[in-house]
């Protein structure tokens, strides 16, 4: 896996959004906390862009991540908004001056297809929080992009209370994101290769039932046999029907991965949470589950 140049004194971020229209309004706490790092900024043409719910067109949206992939001046694209249109575009994008000249890719959610794709080619990204809201995540949230994007020795330790919590230590490559995404990427080239890694998962206001069926495909499609480990993080807002599906969210994902013995987190710190801490999708990691703690280390390569 290609690892992106760290970030230094008076490098560029690009600002642009593949999928939910997005104001420069909404741009400026971010940008004033990378100014504050010494960093550049470039505004990409689908920020205050709008055509229905997109940041843009297709085209318009295709144009502006292409031209920051080819930019050798900017060395990280923080996507804006998530919501959804990214899938839209993937197949249209080129990425061969991208792989000559690697650069961190920002954001989560919808960027899942992002992470996804760029991984499968060999090159390290950050699932990370949305420049659009950012600013109102926690200290540890904040803290962690600023750490990760400098280059600096970053882990992760939270204590660990759930009883779905399935003890053991794990290495391997980090990979996964939103749950909803990687289940309609499925049979497509982007669909990730989750054998010997460790998957991450998360999702917002999905349906229990829905939640099944995304895990029943998964596994159906042999992403849950060879993992390594398990991490689940924020399953957030989420619904049930007048008729109740009879579990909770974290207990239908223990159900779908019961036969299997990798070790499992639930209520990890990412997704859509407050919490949302910086992960890096591609990085080998190591995962510790234990009694009353668990810890994610990132290794060096």
């Known amino acids: 896996m290609k690892t992106p140049d760290y970030l230094k004194h008076g490098d560029t971020i690009g ?30 043409a689908t920020i205050g862009a709008e055509h229905h719910q997109f940041a843009g067109d297709d085209a318009l949206r295709i144009s502006d991540m292409q031209n920051m992939l080819d930019d050798p001046d900017i060395k990280a694209i923080w996507c804006v908004r998530g919501g959804y249109g990214t899938v839209r575009i993937i197949d249209a994008l080129n990425f061969e001056k991208f792989l000559e000249h690697p650069k961190w890719i920002i954001g989560y959610s919808d960027m899942t297809v992002l992470h996804a794709h760029i991984n499968k080619l060999g090159v390290k990204s950050l699932h990370a929080p949305i420049a659009a809201t950012v ?44 749950l ?3 289940y309609s990427l499925c049979g497509s080239s982007s669909c990730i290769d989750t054998n010997g890694k460790i998957l991450f998962l998360e999702d917002l206001d999905e349906y229990l039932y829905h939640i099944d069926r ?28 007048d008729t109740p599906f009879g579990k909770q969210a974290e207990e239908i994902i223990a159900d ?33 589950v234990s009694e009353g703690r668990v810890a994610l280390e990132f290794l060096n390569e």
């Open 15 to 44: 600002f642009l959004s593949t999928a939910r229209k997005a104001t420069a309004e909404e741009l400026k706490p971010v940008i004033e906390f990378v100014k504050e790092l010494g960093l550049q900024v470039k505004i990409g």
């Open 135 to 178: 600013m109102n995540n926690t200290q540890e949230s904040i803290d962690s992009i600023q750490t990760v994007l400098m280059g600096n020795p970053y882990a992760i330790e939270i204590a660990n209370s759930n009883k779905l919590s399935r003890y053991g230590i794990a290495e391997g490559r980090l990979t996964g994101g939103n």
């Open 180 to 182: 909803s995404i990687l």
């Open 214 to 241: 995304m895990m029943m495909n998964l596994k159906r499609n042999g992403l849950l046999d060879n993992l390594a480990g398990l991490i689940v993080g924020g399953l957030t807002d989420m619904n049930d029907n």
């Open 256 to 288: 779908a991965i019961k036969e299997y013995d990798y070790p499992v987190c639930f209520d990890f710190p990412a997704g859509h949470i407050d919490d949302n801490r910086t992960l890096l999708m591609g990085n080998r990691v190591r995962l510790t």
